[in-house]
T-cell receptor
Framework: EAQVTQNPRYLITVTGKKLTVTCSQN?????MSWYRQDPGLGLRQIYY???????DKGDVPEGYKVSRKEKRNFPLILESPSPNQTSLYFC?????????????FGQGTRLTVV | GQQVMQIPQYQHVQEGEDFTTYCNSS?????IQWYKQRPGGHPVFLIQ?????EVKKQKRLTFQFGEAKKNSSLHITATQTTDVGTYSC??????????FGTGTRLKVLA
């Protein structure tokens, strides 16, 4: 089954404790990205990757890191989480980078930083 | 930077009533996509519009792209309880970046 898998689905952590949210897709998609979703603000792009070893900042990259060592995986790293990073996070992938292909989203990760 | 405004933020309708959400941009959009997110779920692609003035239909859903390619709308005829969720538009912002509208949360009262 074609899918984007995120883990964990729920995470509660303390301020400053490094964490990684994993994302994996089995569709051989070139493009992957991370979004955060907050009430009233919609989905905002954090980072994206056009292909292996190629990543770039989205609209809200502060406090996050990513890597793309393999085509299927695109982890999101919070080196020192803060309470303002409490949010619902989605990973997405798509087949192309031209901006005209549909995105497939993971199930989401609800992160709480206390 | 580029912004896509979406209205309304919330809409409550009685089952059987129509519903419309609008996305507006200050700049010309190359294309626009629409997504639906059920409560507790993830966004799911509905459709993409590319051409100026384009209109597409999916059963009770009608999607339009403005003539100037700066606005788009999603209209649902005779809403059903299965239509509940958040509807969001998405477009490109630059070559590889994407921007979403703020979303419209639809609640359908039976």
């Amino acid at each position: 089954e074609a899918q984007v898998t995120q883990n964990p689905r729920y995470l509660i952590t303390v301020t400053g404790k490094k964490l990684t949210v994993t994302c994996s897709q089995n569709m051989n998609h070139e493009y992957m990205s991370w979004y955060r979703q907050d009430p009233g603000l919609g989905l905002r792009q954090i980072y994206y990757s056009m292909n292996v070893e190629v990543t770039d900042k989205g609209d809200v990259p502060e406090g996050y890191k990513v890597s793309r060592k393999e085509k299927r995986n695109f982890p999101l790293i919070l080196e020192s989480p803060s309470p303002n990073q409490t949010s619902l996070y989605f990973c997405a992938s798509s087949t192309g980078t031209a901006g005209n292909t549909e995105a497939f989203f993971g199930q989401g990760t609800r992160l709480t930083v206390v | 930077g580029q912004q896509v405004m979406q209205i309304p933020q919330y809409q409550h309708v009685q089952e059987g009533e129509d519903f419309t959400t609008y996305c507006n941009s200050s700049t010309t959009l190359s294309n626009i996509q629409w997504y639906k997110q059920r409560p507790g779920g993830h966004p799911v692609f509905l459709i993409q519009l590319v051409k100026s003035g384009e209109v597409k239909k999916q059963k009770r859903l009608t999607f339009q792209f403005g003539e100037a390619k700066k606005n788009s709308s999603l209209h649902i005829t005779a809403t059903q309880t299965t239509d509940v969720g958040t509807y969001s538009c998405r477009s490109t912002s630059g070559t590889y970046k994407y921007i979403f509208g703020t979303g419209t949360r639809l609640k359908v009262l039976a």
